[in-house]
């Protein structure tokens, strides 16, 4: 089983400002297919998941822009240009890598604003 | 649009089975797999397995392997999530998920059910 291991935990974050989240997996997400199936999630307080971004980069639909992905491999970021209050809520990597078979979320980290 | 609409809230005794309903709307039912996601209080999510909802093949997280039980029903566009032999550990809010196409991430969500196990 692949491990998401994310950092920090909580991030507190004043608003205007940028943050940034990081995701390590204990082996290469690269796929035999060629893509790398990291996504990472918005969960705000007492809503379902959103997505966020998919394949490490990708914005999902109607996701605004200030939020971006990078990374590859086993090293990925998820980056908030300027955090608004809405931001608010726990962000959550994902690999679907191993699919059909498994899937695999990080610990999540909690945003908040300062 | 596309809409994941979940049964109510439960209460379970331990040892009891439960049975959540996630009924979908806004797509062809049949082309995607249907996944179920769990989330215990405060803690991350959990993936459980899928059922494919054209042809009722199914793939279960060795964790609940011989536990959880997904079915579907294509005349009413609805899918099921069984989990027997209940603990207070499986106390969670449960959420079906589908994929958006070509992603590999689940861009439709459920609303969630929360299951309490308690005596």
């Known amino acids: 089983e692949i491990v998401m291991t994310q950092t920090p935990l909580s991030s507190p974050v004043t608003l205007g400002q940028p943050a940034s989240i990081s995701c390590r997996s204990s082996?290469?997400?690269?796929?035999?297919?060629?893509?790398?199936?990291l996504s990472w999630l918005q969960q705000r307080p007492g809503q379902s998941p959103r997505l966020l971004i998919y394949k490490i980069s990708n914005r999902f639909s109607g996701v605004p822009d200030r939020f971006s992905g990078s990374g590859a491999g086993t090293d990925f970021t998820l980056k908030i240009s300027r955090v608004e209050a809405e931001d608010v809520g726990v962000y959550y990597c994902?690999?679907?890598?191993?699919?059909?078979?498994?899937?695999?979320f990080g610990q999540g980290t909690k945003l908040e604003i300062k | 649009q596309v809409q994941l609409v979940q049964s109510g809230a439960e209460v379970k005794k331990p040892g009891a089975s439960v049975k959540v309903s996630c009924k979908t709307s806004g797509y062809t039912f049949t082309i995607y797999h249907i996944h179920w996601v769990r989330q215990a209080p405060g803690q991350s999510l959990e993936w459980m397995g899928w059922v494919s909802a054209g042809n009722g093949d199914t793939k279960y997280s060795q964790r609940f392997q011989g536990r959880v039980t997904l079915t579907r029903d294509t005349s009413a566009n609805t899918a099921y999530m069984e989990l027997s032999s209940l603990r207070s550990e499986d106390t969670a809010v449960y959420y079906c998920?589908?994929?958006?196409?070509?992603?590999?991430?689940?861009?439709?969500w459920g609303q969630g059910t929360l299951v309490t196990v308690s005596s």
């Open positions: 082996q290469s997400l690269v796929h035999s297919d060629g893509n790398t199936y």
């Open positions: 998920a589908i994929p958006a196409p070509g992603t590999g991430g689940f861009g439709y």
């Open positions: 994902m690999q679907a890598t191993q699919f059909p078979h498994l899937y695999t």
